[in-house]
């Protein structure tokens, strides 16, 4: 391993604490520094005087120590001397409190319910003195079975005059503390909702959430070196303000008082950050990123996200070889002078960095992120879409993805412990969790379970009661119970239940129309799918123009599919009746319910559709400029919504 010159002079300071170390230890052995003691009798200016010098001793050694090992540890040759030290000294500080607060959290997995009424008592403590907290008596409530006995199941709607007063400027409105800011959801199924984002919330998700995910990480495949850089997708999404002053923007957002810190994880100058068009954005996120062989990790926070930057190095390698190569930044970019000129000041040339590039990109790109980030310990994605699977196919062979949380807008739910699949186990001292049975949620009135009382291999709708000021909330996830972490729940992400297909209650899910897409082009092709987005014909209802792109009988029910396949496959092969019908009869294997409607007649036979390529690209920048969603958080939603959606979609058939 190559030591950069930061750590040369790390190198030298160590050889010079070592030398003064050295020093003290011979004058005290030959008592060339006790003259003070033999001037006075006094007991304490002896005491005061020896452990003078034994700590001074033990500074010494330590901070050698320090230097030593800072100097021998892999290193990107791009850190400043104040993210070094600021880098190693949080990685350390984390490792320090990992034992503590593992410790924590497997007391609260062995007795998850006692964890839960604890935190009750905070939130209600917290939150009496509000004017939710007074309306709805938080003063009288001091048990779970109190909670569920006063408190209604809510929904957005239930919060959204609190919300607004809150973002006229309002205190003590449904929170009793002080605010970071406002978080907004995507709003890829729904308009974006404004969540409160408390400070507390703040804190843990830079404690505990944090280190739990790192020690678990750390016993699987190791951590990276705390002076290796890493890879961050941003695009800037053009936070707003509240009429009360407050910010408003996604979970992933950098706000000027990161700038230092940002500044030291990554390589890209921060004038980069401000950039809000995707292309722009991630090109000089990866060409920073492949200057730098060292580089320790990348993060998502989607794999299909990753996937979409990868096929840019693909596609745009030759570009990116040149700029390194000259210290130049791709004169077709379409970014502001200002970011242009920091870019370049710091993008030096480095023709060597730029042939071991060229060398490993003409030899094909599976397994290319391996190979030119030798040193990179695991890839951060959440899987959408399979991504995942198509990242470790091809770019990412060889590299551990992992999705260490399991979380929202609204809160933080659970934490991945074992990485080998998307299981995590859930948060009871961070969050309140109810649950109703998947086939009692129709019910007007229906009765949740409790943390403790729910069963291995059932499904249910969760209820969460996070940080945030929501009680009892219901924000859409269904999960599945797949084991117990000693007595606490592990839980599986199913399906949003907003993503269902359902005309006449048959909830069709989306793992059941993924297979059968699957199922289908498997038989057609060995093309890859891209992307699928389903919708379902009440839609056409508000498009004057449907008839004309879509024949159908009045009153007539069914479903759209539309499909995007990799590469040339959109062009070489066309869908017929016969594929539509394998679709057909593999949902139907999938789900009874769907089955009996088709053979009654009541379903109609659903519409499979070849759309175009890049199809989804556009669908993707539609949706984000006629939404609150951004790209940092943007996950392709599974049904289509609106009739514009639809319409661009049916535009976009491969005829």
Known sequence: MARTKLQFYFLATGFVFLALFSGLVLRTLTHEDDRPTRETSNFLVRTSWTVFKVSSMVTTLFLAAICFHISSIRASKYHTLPSILLFYIMNQMLRLFSGSVLRKFDASAKDPRRAQEEFLISRMQRDANTAYGKRHRFSNIKSLEDLRNSHPLTSYDHYEEYIQRMADGEKNVLICEDMVRFGITSGTTGKGKLIPIPKSRNSTQVNPIQILWQAAIRRKYGIPSPLQKDIILYVNPKPTKTPGGD???????????????????VSVPWEATSISTEHEAHYLTLLFGLRDPDIGRW????????????????????????????GTVDKDLMISTEVREACEKALLPEPERAEEL???????????????????????????????????????????IVAPAYSSTEGDYGINLWYDEDKYALLPSLCIYEFIPVKNIDEAD????LLDEVKKGETYEMFV??????????????????????????????????????????KVTELSVDEAVQHMVNSITETKITNWISAENTLLSGMSEAIDLVEYEEGSQFYLIFVELEGEGNGSIALDKKHQQQFDEALQERNNYYKGYRNAGTISPPRVYLVKPGTFKALQDYIIANSTASYNQFKMPRKLKTAGTLKLMLDSRVV
């Open 299 to 326: 993060m998502g926070p989607f794999s299909s996200q990753i996937h979409k930057a990868m096929s840019k190095v693909e596609n745009h390698w030759e570009q990116f070889v040149h700029d390194i190569k000259t």
């Open 465 to 506: 009661s996070p940080l945030c000021g929501f009680y009892r909330y219901r924000f859409g996830d269904v999960i599945k119970v797949v084991d117990f972490y000693y007595n606490l729940p592990v839980i599986k992400f199913m399906y949003r239940s907003g993503q269902l297909l359902n005309l006449r209650a048959e």
């Open 446 to 449: 229906p009765k949740t379970l």
């Open 247 to 265: 910010v408003v923007g996604p979970m992933h957002l950098y706000t000027d008082d990161m700038k230092f810190i940002i500044t030291q994880m």
């Open 358 to 400: 060229r060398r490993e990109f003409e030899k094909g790109f599976n397994g290319i992120m391996g190979r030119v980030w030798p040193h990179m310990k695991y890839i951060f994605g959440i899987n959408t879409a399979d991504f995942t699977q198509k990242l470790e196919e091809k770019y990412a062979k060889g590299v551990p």
